[in-house]
């Protein structure tokens, strides 16, 4: 009627997806990398122990494989992909892209354990490869130079993991190990580069009065020195230069832990996780001093560096990248308060049980792997909610 105002509704804001797993990449890979994580170090166990009658890996090279370039490569794309786009201002894969990566991801831990050697072969290096690709569009579109080196990072990890296969189905003659020890100097190295990023500025944002600084002579060491490790074990160096090297790294990675103020973070969990994570590295770097001195065997020092730093900073990160990138408070609860206490504790008994009772390795491999499978699998449980259902605050992503 012309005697009434036409009075229009205010546009509806599109409804956002139920299911939100696909909207950024730290979502389903952290999700499928908890779970296998929790899976793979059981299975591992079973069969380490003799219970498990049908080999669930062909042996430990392929137990060093999965946990690299299957678990560990999981959790850094999913954090490259989420940080990635803040860096750059632009977008990273979500929605088909992503799940197509992370099927290639998924395909790839099941071919190791077909007889499909080339299919695994070319798989498991093309996961890395193509998520450097994804990662170079909005790095090289943006000029975001600072963060080139993550991708050539990851092609370096595809290198890796195409040396073990070719090594393995006899094509070259290269040892495995060698791509397994290089995969793992460009881990550490990645997380001495974000650590030395992140953990001062949350310990000065979650501390007051914390007061974490950065000595820039200090951080070049830290970061050189690793690198130099890395071009070591390239060039299969050994004995005394080896040694030499390791506690060069391993005394600049104290010198800058410290510097972070890291008994300063006590009280507050969600922090202190990366700070105990870290101290791992000096403890790793010494203990491979010693190994290439013959003075231990290699695997203790390689799982105080998997199990402990790699494990204990991806369990900490995992935890507070999910909450801050869904809307959810930067406070760890105490379900996550037992996974990083779990993690630690499988740590400290996988690798100093069997030095002080080396009767007990065993026995300190199945508690380790419990404690480990524990951790990870109850992280699975309690974030399936939080990284299949959208953000709190009603914001992409």
Known sequence: MAGFMQVDEPPQPAPRPEFALWQLGFRPFYLLASAFAALSIGLWALQ???????????????????????????????????????????????????AALATLW?????????????????????????????????FFAAGNRRNYFFVALLVMMSLASLA?????????????????????????????????????????NGVPGANATRRPVLEKLALGSVLVLLAAD????????????????????????????????????????????????????VLRA???????????????????????????????????HTGRPLQADGWEIACYVMVLLAALVRVFLPLLAP???????????????GAFGLYAVRYWPVLTRPRLDGRPG
């Open 106 to 138: 998924l395909a790839g831990r099941v071919l190791v354990l077909t007889p499909f050697g080339w299919a695994a072969a070319v798989v498991n290096a093309a996961f890395p490869l193509a998520a450097a690709i994804a990662l170079a569009i909005p």
């Open 234 to 285: 390239l060039l299969q160096a050994g004995g005394a230069v080896l040694a030499l090297l390791a506690m060069v790294c391993a005394l600049a990675q104290l010198a800058r832990w410290l510097l972070w103020q890291p008994w300063k973070t006590l009280r507050v969990p969600v922090v202190w996780v990366l700070h105990v994570a870290y101290l791992w590295i000096p403890v790793h770097l």
């Open 48 to 98: 380490f122990s003799g219970w498990l009658s049908h080999p669930y890996l062909q042996g430990p090279i392929w137990h060093a494989h999965e946990m690299i370039f299957g678990f560990v490569l999981a959790v850094v794309v999913g954090f490259l992909f989420t940080a990635g786009r803040n860096w750059s201002n632009r977008p990273t894969p979500t929605g088909v892209p992503l």
């Open 164 to 204: 073990v296969h070719l090594d393995q189905l006899g094509v070259i003659r290269f040892p495995g190990w060698i791509g397994i020890q290089v995969a793992l100097d460009i881990v550490l190295f990645i997380i001495t580069v974000m650590g030395g990023r992140v953990i001062p500025m949350f310990t000065n």
């Open 359 to 373: 009767s007990l390795t065993l026995h300190a491999v199945l508690c380790s792997a419990a404690l480990w499978s």
């Open 290 to 324: 010693l190994s290439a001195l013959g003075w231990l065997a290699p695997t203790v020092a390689t799982h105080a560096l998997t199990v402990g730093a790699i494990g204990g900073m991806i369990i900490g990160m995992m935890t507070r990248t999910a909450r801050g």
